[in-house]
């Protein structure tokens, strides 16, 4: 199978038996006293959780089972990389004491990425940065910038140049023609405008491997090489570019090991493990990862200048190695959601039990009379999801106050809001649920109290 849980194969074996039943064990010589659980009051969840983690198993055990195999294949990169403490060090100035730190890290994100060369820097501010110095290695003036999957994300309008980037410098700026293939019908890659897409102008292929903050599929990484080879059908030339921004070990495969010429992302999304504190990539050919390293720093300086300040070097390795436990919690998140949300009559997407191409989960929420519409409980959410998170539990949530309608919630991490353009209070709100560490936030909300 080819989907993001081709791991529901036999490593585990299914389980037949349903219920769930705490597993209590009252005699034991440890001085720890452990809560016994007597009463279905004591139970951490709520009942409707409950049901839907049992009847979850076997798309919980293929998460486990992708993240195993995604544990092992950083686990050798790291030893053939031969990382090792010295390279938590870190450095100032150019950073030319480093002590290989930088190196080590690039060499064993590449082999992770099936990437022939990467650069992984806390220089890069986000995903958007990373993807910028992407796309501005590829292209140049007089060149098309064909965007395959539909509009691109928010961000990258201003550097591309669809929304007022006012002569700052966006790829339009500086003469970069762009174009874009919707998306079909059914939310996917239109493959029949794909065939035959390609002008003579056509240098680069922006494909966007999630939905982001959209009501729209993720892409499986399948049907990313599918385009690809399709690009690369009408001209080998024109080179293929993935934001993979929250789709990094989503599937025991990445867009770098399917032909794209660079894939970039983010730290502080999935492949960060929640460990690193600012930071991106950019993956995939040599020549090219080059190329976006002079447009993070300047021609000439090369991959290995640059500080790598305090403890980050420590972070990066540490985030990295946790990053597919910290996605498979966020993938378990997504079922649970969706299990729920479906089942208490919400719109969601991606549906509930269907297989992930990335971490994002959507519900829909319709709140057309304003904010005391019976429906219009996503400010009951947000207002919950604030009290109950880790980090500034103490405040208000105001953001349903601002231009900015939609919620976008990373459990635990960091929080924000985007506008999509929806004027408020007239059309349905969109709340997107990102749960890296969200679990116990969704279950408050589900069953809130005081506190
Ligand atoms: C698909 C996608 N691409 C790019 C970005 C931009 O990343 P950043 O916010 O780190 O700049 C995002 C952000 O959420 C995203 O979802």
């Known amino acids: 199978m080819s989907s993001a849980l081709s791991c529901l194969t036999p490593a585990y074996p299914t389980n037949t038996r349903r219920p769930f039943r705490p597993n209590i064990s009252v005699r034991s010589s440890s001085r720890v006293s452990v809560p016994v659980l007597h009463h279905h009051h004591d139970h951490p969840f709520v009942p409707e959780v409950v049901e839907a983690v049992d009847s979850l198993y076997s798309e919980f055990r293929a998460v486990d089972n992708l993240v195993a195999r995604n544990t092992a294949r950083i686990l050798k990169a790291y ?13 100032t100035g150019y950073g030319h004491d480093e002590a290989g730190g930088r190196e080590a890290l690039d060499k064993a994100f590449a082999e992770i990425f099936g990437a022939e060369s990467a650069i992984v820097r806390s220089q890069f501010f986000s995903g958007t940065h990373a993807i910028t110095c992407a796309l501005f290695a590829f292209l140049r003036p007089g060149d098309e910038l064909l965007a395959v999957a539909g509009a691109p994300y928010d961000t990258l309008e201003e550097v591309i140049g669809i929304r007022g980037s006012n002569e700052l410098g966006s790829l339009k700026d500086f003469g970069v023609i762009y174009r874009e293939i919707p998306l079909a019908v059914d939310g996917g890659l239109d493959w029949d405008a794909l065939v035959d897409a390609l002008k003579p102008q056509t240098k680069c292929a922006l494909i966007q491997r999630s939905c982001g903050y959209s009501w729209r599929r993720s892409l499986s990484v399948n049907d990313i090489g599918r385009a690809i080879k399709m690009i690369k059908m009408q001209n080998p030339n024109c080179l293929v570019m993935v934001d993979n921004c929250y789709g ?12 794209a010429d660079l894939i970039a992302g983010s730290l502080i999304k999935n492949p960060g493990g929640t460990i690193a ?7 995939g050919r040599e020549k090219w990862v080059k190329a976006a390293a002079a447009r993070l720093s300047a021609p000439g300086l090369g991959i290995d200048c640059g500080s790598t300040p305090g403890n980050i070097m420590r972070s990066f390795f540490q985030g990295l190695f946790l990053s597919p436990q910290m996605v498979g919690e966020a993938i378990k998140g997504g079922f649970l959601i969706a299990e729920v949300m479906a089942s208490k009559g919400y719109k969601v997407q991606p549906l509930p039990r269907v297989p992930r191409h990335d971490t994002v989960q959507v519900g829909w929420f319709v709140c057309i009379f304003g904010f005391f519409s019976p429906n219009s409980n996503i400010f009951l959410y947000k207002m919950q999801l604030q009290n109950d998170t880790i980090i500034g539990s103490y405040c208000l949530d105001f953001t349903f106050l601002t231009n900015y309608p939609n919620c976008c919630s990373m ?3 960091s929080r924000d ?5 929806y004027p ?8 997107l649920l990102n749960f890296y560490a969200g679990l116990p936030q969704f279950i408050k909300f589900l069953h809130p109290t005081k506190k």
Do not use: D, T
Not at 83 to 90: A, L, Y
Not at 417 to 421: A, R
């Open 79 to 91: 030893q053939n990389a031969r990382v090792g403490s010295h390279h938590f060090g870190g450095c």
């Open 248 to 259: 990094e070990f989503v599937e025991s495969i990445e867009p770098s090991m399917v032909g």
């Open 277 to 283: 504190p600012c930071g991106g990539y950019v993956a």
């Open 411 to 413: 459990g635990g991490v």
């Open 417 to 421: 809001g985007k506008g999509h353009g």
């Open 424 to 431: 408020k209070l007239m059309v349905p709100f969109v709340c």
